[in-house]
């Protein structure tokens, strides 16, 4: 129906009598707007502090939990890797706890990277018949090589032990092979490294011609300074030894008045022969040496490689010799190298690395009891699950869903009431009712072709009225009964379905009491345990704890005194 002129002068009055009520309500609310807004701070302020204690507490639980799992996954994968060194162990009264405790004490005392040191381990119980004590101080001699030489535990340990197997030394030449390392690095050009991973070359031809690994040393050293590579070098000082063990060698050498071998009929040092050779070449021109010494090593094998170390060691025998000398006399070189790296930066980065991952394989040793016994738990309620009967499962699982649906709704539901709450402080904080008031009013004169048409739809609305109100009465019959319906067929659902639910919740419960009655000791002990290390841990680093704590409490104390400023 239009609206005629007396239905437009009924919606200018409407409107202007509503103005005057929203000016009154305007002028009433003005005198409640300071004690508000005091309200609306006081609960805003509580509210906040609550809810940022409870996310904070919540999430340093959260924090935690994963940090302690984080704990258990590292005392995990570590027990996996000791145990798979104690397979190497044939010695009887040695435990999977013993090869746990040496790698954390080599790594607590040295800075070495801690995923090497198992594999180091591993290393030296398959390649050598040693002793648990023994084990632990090649294992710790090997780090401080590796540390000393910047290198991997494992590259310091095979070349160690592939010397040492090789000359059949005891574990009380540790040292000394490590010195003469050093001493071979100070000597000779190259790095630890590239030593290490080289020496093996030579080492069997050194042992087939009785050389000392000091000979070899010296050899490489030599050999290195003249412009050989230590690859290159290597190659030549075995080709070398070879054909010092050659038969045919051995018979021209004799036949020049040297022989190979001393008083005891062992040989003689590869560099006290080459300084015969040299003396007894030294008259000759150098086309003349090079036509001997190619006489001299023919059909002996290797003759390219092996005249690389002859050609200069009859040239230079008292380098050669001076070279053998110092690697004899190598006493203190792993302890010089090793301190100065070991007070490095990084180093000292590396230890604490290797404390806090030791202190937290000690924290989840001790959870590895509870971890185990909850995995069984688990198990058990999986392998109860696969066993029910399959309408039960279905059960099960429209339970889950129902239950996921409700908290979707819950969570919709709360986050409404916080949007309303919210809604209502900000109302309170801008100044109360009459303040907003006051903006809408404002807002509606600049609009109001939008308020009339408003009005106008409220008074078209109150003239159809009862046209409205019969359709809402025709309709309302059919939705009050399907609500009805709906709501008598879900309680029907739950009330045949409640006896089954009771049954699971019961079963879940008693085994849930069961188990920790059963399990109550090593819960705890598991307690105790973890209560000791941490207390343990907090008396041995307490001044540092202390500290730490003066110097964030100073740096917040500082902040807030500025900010104090500030405002």
């Known amino acids: 129906m239009p609206l005629g002129a007396r239905d437009i002068l009924l919606v200018i009055r409407a409107k202007d009598a509503a103005s005057h009520v929203v000016l009154g309500l305007s002028g009433a609310f003005t005198t409640l707007a300071a004690a508000q807004q005091a309200a ?113 535990i494992q590259t310091a340990g095979r070349a160690t032990i592939a010397i040492m197997n090789a000359w059949k030394l005891p574990v ?40 000392e690994y000091t000979t070899l040393g010296g050899v490489l050293a030599f050999l290195t300074r003249n412009g ?37 009929g062992g040989f003689r040092q590869i560099d006290d022969v080459a300084a015969d050779l040299g003396r007894k070449l030294a008259p000759l021109t150098d086309p003349e040496k090079a036509k001997a010494l190619q006489e001299l090593f023919m059909g002996a094998g290797g003759t390219i490689q092996a005249r690389r170390f002859w050609d200069l060691a009859i040239r230079n025998f008292d380098e050669l010799n001076a070279r053998v000398d110092e690697m ?44 185990m016994e909850a995995l069984k738990w688990i198990s058990r309620v999986v392998e109860a699950f696969n066993n029910l009967d399959p309408g039960v499962k279905a059960f099960i699982a429209k339970v889950l869903l129902i239950g ?50 408003i009005a106008a739809l409220a008074f078209i609305i109150h003239r159809n009225w009862s046209s409205i109100k019969a359709f809402a009465e025709e309709m ?20 045949e379905m409640w006896p089954k639910i009771d049954r699971l919740i019961t079963q879940v419960w008693d085994a849930i009491l069961a188990w920790a009655q059963e399990n109550w000791p090593i819960i705890r002990d598991t307690i105790i345990g973890v209560w000791d ?19 964030v409490w100073d740096a917040i104390w500082g902040a807030v005194e500025t900010a104090i400023a500030w405002f």
Do not use: C
Not at 232 to 248: E, F, N, Q, V
Not at 414 to 430: D, E, Q, R, Y
């Open 328 to 371: 004899i006399n190598s006493s203190g070189s792993l302890e010089q190298a090793y301190k100065l790296m070991f007070e490095q930066p990084a180093s000292q980065a590396q230890l604490l690395d290797n404390r806090i991952q030791a202190l937290k394989i000690s924290f989840g040793q001790a959870l590895i009891p509870v971890f």
């Open 476 to 495: 309302w019959p059919g939705v009050r009964d399907t609500i009805i319906n709906a709501w008598n067929a879900i309680w029907k659902w739950a009330e």
């Open 40 to 152: 609306a701070m006081r609960t805003m302020m509580a509210g906040s502090a609550l809810l940022g204690l409870g996310a904070a507490t919540a999430a340093i639980g959260a924090v935690g939990v994963a940090m302690m799992k984080g704990w258990v996954d590292e005392a995990i994968k570590y027990r996996q890797e000791s145990a798979l060194t104690l397979t190497q162990v044939d010695r009887l009264g040695v435990s999977l706890g013993d090869i746990e405790q040496i790698g954390l004490r080599v790594a607590n005392e040295v800075p070495v990277a801690f995923d090497q040191i198992q594999a180091s381990l591993f290393d030296i119980f398959s390649s050598m018949d040693v002793s648990l004590v023994e084990a632990e101080v090649l294992l710790k001699g090997f780090a401080k090589a590796a540390v000393a030489g910047q290198t991997d």
């Open 172 to 211: 009380s030449e540790l040292n000394n092979v490590l010195d003469f390392q050093f001493r071979l690095v100070q000597k000779g050009v190259g790095t630890y490294e590239e030593f290490a991973k080289t020496i093996g070359r030579a080492i069997p031809s050194a042992r087939r011609a009785g050389q």
């Open 404 to 453: 996921f649906a409700l908290m979707t709704l819950m969570g919709i539901f709360m986050a409404i009431v916080g949007a309303i709450l919210l809604f209502a402080a900000t109302i309170s904080l801008l100044g109360g009712i009459a303040a907003i008031a006051g903006m809408i009013l404002q807002f509606l004169a600049v609009l109001s072709g939008v308020g009339l048409a």
């Open 228 to 264: 050989l590579s230590t690859a290159m070098a290597a190659t030549s000082a075995a080709r070398a030894m070879d054909s010092l063990a050659h038969p045919t060698v051995q018979k021209r050498l004799q036949d020049m008045g040297i022989s190979v071998y001393d008083l005891s």
């Open 533 to 551: 290390a941490i207390w343990g841990w907090v008396e041995q680093n307490w001044p540092a704890i202390r500290d730490t704590i003066v110097g």
